[in-house]
């Protein structure tokens, strides 16, 4: 690893960390949008343009993006699971979208009501409305594993993807959605689809970092991350919170990679969020503060 080189994080805390939480207000969403942006965060899933009887957290998106305070440099994506959220998404003014394909067919039933086929077929679909204006991230979720079947071979996993990418993506994401993953999975992976990747980790069993970690091995460079380690989706079970960016960005910091956001500052913006949702944090840097170099003890006199 290089000091010159750079990790792009997307972060996804005002989408992905909100969407199991109490709803929150537009004003509260479009806030956490504008602080983290503050502290640094260049890539911001802002907002999922979906059901608001799935997923009431996220309704009224178009009202967030409007209320943000948009700074230039800065890229404000949204979520789509199809044609009509990414038609609503380009009216609000979106830089990006990204779409979510499930390698798993139970879980892509219950999070988008989808087969894997007919969620595949919304990535044409999506490109087709927004031609070639937006870049689109295809996240490829229960890539490392489904709570549901278990194991998915790499092969299979890959043929998605290798479809989204037929079909109109112009980047892919590989998504432990609920944590299944370990860092010899995550190399095996890498090993089939190269490195030009995203990885979106949940540390459900404890492994986010250890993988964001091997990952950044192998050449990874772009991962989503949630400040304080809020999130995981309402249709998997046994889902927990997505890689906290300010764990991942200590780590960058430690090993000499830039990413642009000012550690001390995004700590702020987590300790904040947990006051406004009423319960701690799961980031561990968030409870424990950074690491600092201990204080000489004082001479003795005499």
Do not use: W
């Amino acid at each position: 690893m290089s000091a010159s080189e750079r990790v792009t994080i997307r972060e996804v805390g005002p989408r992905d960390g909100l969407q199991p939480e109490a709803v929150q207000p537009v004003t509260v969403r479009a806030g956490l949008v504008d602080r983290l942006v503050a502290a640094g965060v260049t890539t911001v899933e802002a907002v999922a343009f979906v059901s608001p009887r799935a997923v009431p957290q996220m309704e009224g998106a178009g009202e967030v993006l409007a209320a943000v305070e948009r700074v230039e440099g800065v890229r404000y994506l949204a979520l789509v699971p199809n044609a009509k959220g990414a038609e609503l998404a380009v009216a609000a003014g979106v830089d990006g979208l990204s779409l979510t394909v499930s390698a798993s067919a139970v879980y892509s039933q219950r999070n988008v009501r989808m087969s894997v086929e007919e969620s595949l077929g919304q990535v044409a679909a999506v490109r087709r409305v927004v031609g070639a204006a937006l870049p689109l991230d295809t996240v490829i979720s229960c890539a490392f594993g489904s709570p549901y079947e278990g194991d998915i071979p790499v092969a299979e996993v890959a043929a998605i993807a290798g479809r989204a990418t037929d079909a109109g993506s112009t980047s892919l994401t590989f998504a432990d959605t609920t944590g299944m993953g370990g860092p010899r999975g995550v190399e095996e992976l890498l090993a089939v689809v190269g490195v030009d990747v995203g990885l979106h980790l949940h540390d459900t069993r404890g492994t986010a970092l250890v993988n964001a970690y091997a990952g950044l091995q192998a050449g990874v460079r772009r991962f989503d991350t949630a400040v304080g380690g809020i999130g995981g989706s309402p249709f998997a079970k046994g889902a927990g919170g997505n890689l906290a960016t300010e764990d991942l960005v200590n780590l960058c910091d430690s090993l000499g990679l830039a990413t642009g956001i000012d550690l001390a500052q995004l700590l702020d913006v987590s300790r904040g969020l947990a006051d406004t949702l009423g319960h701690p944090m799961p980031s561990r840097l968030t409870a424990a503060g950074p690491s600092t170099a201990p204080t000489a003890p004082e001479k003795g006199r005499g």
